[in-house]
């Protein structure tokens, strides 16, 4: 019983409550008529997708610099990679890794710029970032119609110029991962084994970069700059690193998350996005100066469960259509909740 | 009135925060247009019996005071500082409480402005009167002509030089016109020489007029000058109250420092040393408040250099300034090559190791564990604690060699702890002083700096800090500069003691000195022989 406890203290009661939570909309979910292996299916895709973002927090938060509000940025890169490699023409695997490749420098030189920014305002990093992320959104907003792209599928079809709201990759490189070494089970149950094992890739590079020299800088300058600067390390440089890993790490993560989905959406698209990875991540316990990758893997998916079935459970109970209310409600509630209780951060 | 009742009279104040002892019995009065000199070392309990005697929230909020303040003859126990001020209780703080964007009128009748009526106060009262400037002008006047100065009273203070601030900060509080004590709190330390004998005769002129004074200073010689009676306050106790008539600067200094523990040096006879290791030339570093303005010396290759003297006045600023932690200026030659200043990681490259005061701002990682403590800096600097993985691709950090170094110095310094991966925060003051320490000798540097190395840890850990430093300088021939406010244990373990004021080196003595010179040093007062 004190095993138990001590198990329940160490893990916190909020993840263990929000897992019985998922737990019963399981088990409720046959009785509304939701399928239980299509439901485990959605939730392993999201899980796929998210994980990228949510890892992308990681660096930032171990330097010091906060929640990255601001991911947007780096999923703004994603996109210029994304639309740039369907220019290019690029298809499937190719089409994939130079979306990859093509985002990179943008990701480099907006993490970099974006780092120096936050140098600049220490102490108020979260705020910052989350202005840096809207009004670089609305500026690509502009700079979407205006960019000389030409290849058809991307372009309204009665202007001429300026790219559509949404792109569809399916001629491209749609389900690349998805269909990786994929496990199908029935006619609802599809393992997407690509994806996971990318994001299980990702998070194996960054707990190896975390255990580095640098990465224990990095770590060392989020827990006391004041030390890390008596130990010969440089404050800035180590968090605009920071902010340029979690940058690519965005980039990264929007292009996993359009393979899947299947679509580019641009314009106000990226605006919500850092919400929800930010609400993964607390969930999973992580607190706003610590983080490790048991926290992502755990809140990434209990987040994206919760984000699955309680749409789909609560909109066959009450046969409405409530499912985009219930989403904003339970992000933005556990943001609050996190932000507001989270001192320490659990194992 | 009675003249035998003293006005102002303390009566066995004690005052302990959390159970340590600052004030321990303390009883004196004041009488009428007297002058008390209240001197003491840092921490000697100058401040905080101030602070009772003036109703500040902090001594309330920590428990309060036991024994009796009487005004008068009868008790009282103030509330807040508005009481102290009721009673006639004036203070005048180190720091100038004055509103820069206010002329020297404004400042001093401020809130007990003149005012005059206009049809408006009929309608709305009081609130609508308007300032009688003329009036305040002529008492402000009629305030500094009593203390004797001068002063424009229309100057803004933030044009004001810093001895006018000081003149206007005391003239409002003599402007109010219950004031019968005054306190100054080191009126002298921001005053040039002049200024000071002008502020002197300006307190002898108020205490003539009946108001009593609590002058408070390190300036001993000033003491003498202008008080009538001298109290001694030693590590909370008072160790000499007498007429000022007849005492020398000399005796306030070593009843100041004296201790009735004697220093228990370890038996061995002055050592000599042949090279120079440090050269430090017209050293500054602007850190505030402890600012070293030009410095120079020399420390020789296996010594352990003591750096003593009182707090503010610079000796923090040198380890501080030469490991480039503050921002600072002239040569620093190590091994007779230049050190860059203002370069932690060159610092650090060279072989110089700091051990900081701020043991939990600096020192530590409070939230990580001893190992990474210990182990992070030579990580950083000289890439030990690491291994290759994946064929050489990337260097991660070494666990196990991380552990080891640990469990080396848990035992070496004695570090009690439940195992090397427990978080620092949750170790007492003497051993995570040890786990700093262990920090440096595991960079292994030809010179460390170690500051403050016993504030605020106990007597045990304390004489283990100070014999692992003997040691390793012993031991490995490391030569140390040890910076520290307790004289004491400077005395007990260097083999040089430079003192410091003013930013300044006032002189180098060996440790067995007479403590009287390292008092008269540590005050300023010139002596004539700085050089055994």
Redesign the interface.
């Known amino acids: 019983m004190r095993r138990l406890r001590q198990f329940a203290a160490d893990f916190g009661w909020p993840r263990i409550i929000i897992f019985f939570f998922l737990v019963a909309l399981f088990f409720a979910a046959p009785l509304v008529g939701v399928r239980v292996d299509a439901s485990l299916s959605d939730v392993f895709n999201r899980f796929g997708q998210n994980a990228f973002f949510v890892l992308a927090l990681v660096p930032m938060i171990q330097s010091g610099c906060g929640l990255n509000f601001g991911l947007s940025l780096g999923i703004i890169a994603g996109l210029l990679g994304a639309t740039l490699s369907v220019q290019l023409g690029l298809h499937g695997a190719v089409g994939f890794a130079g979306a990859l490749v093509l985002s990179a420098p943008f990701a480099i030189i907006f993490g970099w710029l974006y780092g120096k920014l936050l140098n600049k305002v220490k102490g108020e990093e979260m705020t910052i970032a989350m202005y840096v992320g809207f009004a670089g959104v609305m500026f690509m907003c502009i700079m979407w119609l205006l960019l000389p792209y030409t290849a058809p599928d991307m372009i309204w079809g009665y202007a001429g110029h300026g790219l559509r709201t949404t792109i569809s990759v399916e001629n491209y490189w749609i389900h690349i991962l998805n269909d990786f070494l994929e496990i199908r089970i029935g006619p609802f149950f599809r393992f997407p084994t690509g994806e996971i094992l990318f994001a299980a890739f990702g998070a194996w590079l960054m707990w190896l970069f975390l255990r580095t020299k640098t990465g224990t800088a990095m770590t060392a300058v989020g827990s006391n700059p004041d030390y890390a600067r008596a130990s010969g390390i440089s404050v800035d440089k180590m968090r605009t690193i920071s902010v340029v890993i979690s940058t690519l790490l965005g980039a990264a993560g929007i292009i996993v998350y359009q393979q899947s989905f299947g679509f580019i959406q641009l314009y106000n698209a990226p605006l919500a996005m850092p919400f929800t990875a930010i609400a993964a991540i607390l969930i999973g316990g992580a607190s706003v100066k610590k983080a490790s990758m048991l926290n992502v893997v755990v809140g990434t998916f209990l987040f994206q469960g919760l984000l699955t079935m309680t749409p789909s459970v609560i909109n066959s109970w009450l046969q409405t259509d409530m499912s985009e209310v219930v989403r904003i409600v339970v992000s933005n509630g556990i943001i609050i909740y996190a932000l507001t209780r989270k001192t320490k951060v659990s194992k | 009135m009675d003249e035998a009742v003293p006005l102002l009279s303390l009566r066995g104040i004690s005052k302990d925060f959390y159970g340590n002892v600052v004030i321990s019995d303390v009883s004196f009065d004041l009488k009428r247009g007297e002058i008390i000199g209240l001197v003491g070392e840092n921490g000697a309990g100058k401040t905080t019996l101030m602070r009772i005697l003036f109703g500040m929230n902090v001594i309330r909020d920590t428990g309060g005071y036991r024994g009796q303040i009487c005004i008068d003859g009868q008790e009282v126990r103030f509330q807040s500082p508005f009481d102290a001020l009721d009673a006639g209780i004036g203070m005048a703080h180190q720091e100038f409480s004055l509103i820069p964007g206010f002329s020297t009128t404004e400042n001093i009748v401020l809130n007990r402005e003149s005012m005059r009526a206009t049809p408006l106060n009929d309608v709305f009262g009081e609130r609508m009167s308007i300032l009688d400037r003329a009036d305040m002008r002529k008492r402000a006047a009629a305030t500094i002509a009593k203390l004797g100065v001068s002063l424009d009273p229309d100057t803004l203070v933030s044009e004001m030089p810093v001895g006018h601030k000081q003149f206007t900060e005391i003239a409002r509080e003599i402007n109010r016109e219950r004031t019968r004590i005054l306190v100054l709190d080191e009126p002298t330390a921001v005053l040039t020489e002049t200024e000071a004998e002008v502020l002197i005769q300006a307190l002898r002129n108020l205490a003539a007029s009946g108001i009593a004074i609590i002058f408070i200073s390190h300036r001993l010689h000033e003491v003498i000058d202008v008080a009538d009676r001298v109290v001694v306050l030693r590590d909370g106790v008072i160790v000499k109250d007498t007429p000022v008539a007849g005492v020398t600067v000399r005796d306030i200094a070593s009843w100041m420092v004296g201790r009735q523990v004697a220093a228990d040096r370890v038996g061995e006879g002055p050592r000599s040393f042949q090279e120079d290791l440090l050269e430090v030339t017209r050293l500054w570093v602007d850190m505030p408040g402890e600012t070293v303005k030009d410095m120079s010396f020399t420390v020789k290759r296996g010594e352990i250099f003591g750096i003593g003297g009182l707090a503010g006045q610079g000796k923090l600023g040198i380890p501080n300034g030469i ?1 480039g ?1 503050f921002p600072a200026g002239g040569q620093v030659r190590l091994d007779g090559r230049p050190v860059p200043l203002n370069q ?6 060279r072989g110089m190791a ?1 051990v ?1 005061e ?1 043991r939990r ?8 564990s001893l190992e ?1 403590n210990i182990a ?2 030579a ?3 000289q ?1 030990k604690y ?1 291994r290759r ?1 994946l064929g050489g691709l ?4 070494d666990e196990a060699a991380m552990r080891a170094l640990t469990e080396g110095y848990i035992d070496l310094l004695a570090i009690k702890c439940t195992s090397p991966a427990q978080k620092a925060m949750e170790l007492s003051g003497g051993n995570q002083q040890k786990i700093c320490l262990a920090k440096s000798f595991a960079i292994a540097p030809e010179l460390l700096f170690v500051s403050e190395p016993t504030r605020g840890i106990d007597i045990g850990a304390k004489r283990l800090v100070l014999d692992a430093l003997h040691k390793y300088n012993r031991d490995q021939g490391m030569t140390i500069i040890m910076v520290s406010s307790e004289l004491e244990e400077l005395r007990a373990i260097c083999d040089r003691v430079a003192i410091v004021d003013e930013g300044r080196i006032t002189g180098i003595l060996p440790p067995t000195a007479e403590l009287a010179e390292f008092g008269l040093l540590m005050t300023g007062e010139r002596v004539s022989r700085t050089r055994p």
């Open positions: 490991m932690l932690p990681r060159q610092a650090l490259q700091f900081s701020d701002g600096v020192g530590l990682l409070l939230e990580e990474w992070f800096t990580m950083q600097i890439d690491l993985v990337f260097r991660v950090r």
